[in-house]
């Protein structure tokens, strides 16, 4: 059985506000091997929370099990980028969205195909990056 997994991110200019979850996030992290989405890491959460969503999509991608996880994280300047990680499976593709960000050299929404993905310190990290 294929699954289709699709994520949308509509991002208003100016605006601060996180976008929907995308899936599960308040309590306990869904089983790696039936689960769809992860849910969205906000600035403001717990890092318990943070950890734990994270750590539901690492796991599925070492699992080899489809699923997705968005990170929203501010510069040091706070402007928002978000990043959006999903995996069918097979392929581990990266968005971000870095239009708010004002110190962009190309602001916009860059898709990448990734080889790998690890935690480096609270945050998930892709290797291997090539842009789509």
């Known amino acids: 059985m294929k699954r289709l997994l699709l994520v949308v991110v509509v991002a208003a200019c100016g605006s601060k506000s996180p976008p929907p979850p995308v899936g599960n996030t308040a ?5 790696a091997s039936t689960f769809a989405s992860c849910g ?7 890092p318990e929370d943070s950890q734990r969503i994270q750590q539901c999509f690492l796991d599925a991608y070492h699992a080899g099990t489809p699923g997705s996880v968005a990170l929203i994280r ?4 706070g402007d928002r980028i978000d990043y959006i990680y ?9 968005m971000v969205d870095d239009r708010e960000d004002k110190f962009s050299g190309a602001p916009g929404l860059h898709k990448s195909t990734c080889t790998s993905l690890r935690m480096d310190g609270e945050w998930l990290v892709a290797d291997g990056c090539q842009p789509l």
């Open 74 to 77: 501010f510069t040091i300047e």
């Open 86 to 94: 999903d995996f069918d499976g097979t392929t581990l593709q990266q």
């Open 40 to 46: 969205t890491v906000e600035p403001e959460m717990a």
């Open 27 to 31: 309590g306990p992290a869904p089983d």
